[in-house]
């Protein structure tokens, strides 16, 4: 799909697979439901990162950068968005 249609193939490519499964998982593992909760607001934090690290490798690639630059370029600001997201809710916490 992702070929023919690569705005489809994007799309099905986002939807919450990994995230539904380890849900799934968990909750047959036995695991409390405070777990599975905790489990369900880390990927809730995770989200704003992993949508700026995808936006970053977009305009990477759009403005012809290599294909593993941009993914490095891409994770660094991931990474640096989540630091900073760590510190700012131990801010808001606080």
Do not use: D
Request: with cysteine; aromatic share 8%.
């Amino acid at each position: 799909m992702a070929k023919r249609v690569p705005t489809y193939g994007g799309i099905v490519a986002a939807l919450p697979i990994v995230s539904l499964l380890s849900i799934i998982w968990l909750s047959v593992q036995g695991e409390k439901k405070e777990v599975v909760s905790q489990f369900t607001l880390g990927v809730l934090y995770g989200l704003p990162g992993t949508i700026l690290l995808l936006a970053v490798v977009y305009i990477c690639l759009k403005n012809s950068l290599h294909l593993f630059m941009s993914l490095s370029i891409g994770v660094m600001c991931w990474g640096l968005f989540l630091g900073l997201q760590k510190i700012v809710v131990k801010l808001i916490n606080t």
